[in-house]
């Protein structure tokens, strides 16, 4: 299956966060793309996110690994 081009922001909320979509992370999402973070596209009501802006948002967050500790992991994509 290829990888979408365009997300929505449920899906995108379902690839950045373990909780998946949920009110708190669509919240925190829309900040993210007012304050200039991440960059979307509108279209009437509905915000549409590419998926290098997904990509180059997750190359940056830090995960920890199974120890507890800290490491850098890139993003891999999965809807």
Avoid at 1 to 11: C, G, R
Avoid at 27 to 44: F, H, S, T, V
């Amino acid at each position: 299956m290829t990888e979408p081009l365009l997300y929505t922001l449920e899906e995108a909320c379902q690839v950045l966060f373990s909780e998946g979509y949920s009110d708190a992370a669509r919240k925190r999402i829309r900040k993210w793309i007012k304050n200039g973070i991440i960059q979307a596209m509108r279209d009437g009501r509905r915000w549409y996110i590419p998926a290098v802006e997904l990509q180059k948002f997750g190359s940056k967050q830090w995960e920890k690994d199974g120890n507890g500790q800290k490491s850098k992991k890139p993003l891999t994509l999965h809807v």
